[in-house]
């Protein structure tokens, strides 16, 4: 039985004073959750979420890392340098880096790499577009977007991957791909490290819905077969409403 996985992305949202007030409230919320709890927070916000879920089942990951331990690259925060100050989770390849920073299917697999190389475990994001979704070529896509993410990845660290999907169009949208598709497209993506890899990996791997979860669908998606949790994106900024997430099944 994989363990389920309740992911947040808070994006480019909360100050550290905002982060302290959250889990001020959250984490006596979900204190009794058996499920993995994950908060992904801006860099600034790091410190101070860190010290907050001391001693909690609570785990602070970022969205994004560069996979360089370090160098002349302005703006932006190494690998090692999350290694350094405990961080094991982060984003990788999120639909929002792909387009506005121009992040290649190339570009992800060094990070996911270099990620593992310093023992933090990658949330990788994959998800078609509405246009690609309207042609008929989302499985492509998808398909497309695994077999380049992974490439050269060993089946040792390919098994504790997480990976999200994420249909782009149900992005802060208030759409949400019906429980049919999403789950067809979780046991896709499954299916597919199933022909990278082997069984065994296939049916370790957490794969994840995101795309306008809300406890109001939450029970819905995460019951279904090939779907382990979710990654969470506007809901998981308000405290009650991302418990609320965490304790669908309570």
């Avoid at 006596?28 to 790091?46: G, R, T």
């Avoid at 429980?179 to 049916?203: F, G, P, Q, S, W």
Wanted: contains cysteine.
């Amino acid at each position: 039985m994989r363990k389920k996985v309740i992911a947040g992305n808070w994006k480019m949202n909360h100050s550290p004073k905002d982060t302290r007030n959250y889990f001020a409230e959250f984490n006596d919320l979900v204190k009794d959750s058996e499920h993995e709890i994950i908060l992904c927070v801006p860099y600034i916000d790091v410190a101070a979420a860190l010290e907050s879920t001391h001693d909690t089942n609570i785990k602070i990951g970022t969205q994004n890392l560069n996979h360089q331990v370090a160098g002349a690259l302005t703006g932006d925060v190494s690998v090692k340098m999350l290694e350094d100050i405990g961080i094991k989770y982060s984003i990788i390849g999120h639909s929002e880096r792909r387009q506005f920073h121009h992040e290649t299917d190339d570009y992800v697999n060094l990070k996911i790499k270099s990620a593992f190389d310093h023992e933090i475990v990658p949330i990788l994001c994959v998800g078609e577009t509405l246009y690609e979704r309207e042609l008929g070529i989302a499985k492509e896509k998808i398909i497309i977007q695994i077999r380049k993410d992974l490439e050269g990845l060993p089946a040792k660290f390919a098994e504790q991957m997480i990976i999200a999907y994420e249909p782009i169009w149900a992005i802060g949208t208030g759409k949400t791909a019906s429980t049919e598709d999403a789950n067809e497209a979780c046991k896709l993506i499954r299916d597919e490290i199933r022909k990278m890899y082997n069984d065994d990996v296939a049916d370790k791997i957490r794969i994840l819905y995101g795309g306008s979860v809300k406890p109001t669908n939450a029970q819905e998606l995460f019951n279904l077969e090939d779907i382990d949790g979710g990654l969470v994106g506007g809901a998981s900024l308000t405290p009650k409403d991302f418990a609320d997430i965490v304790n669908f099944d309570k």
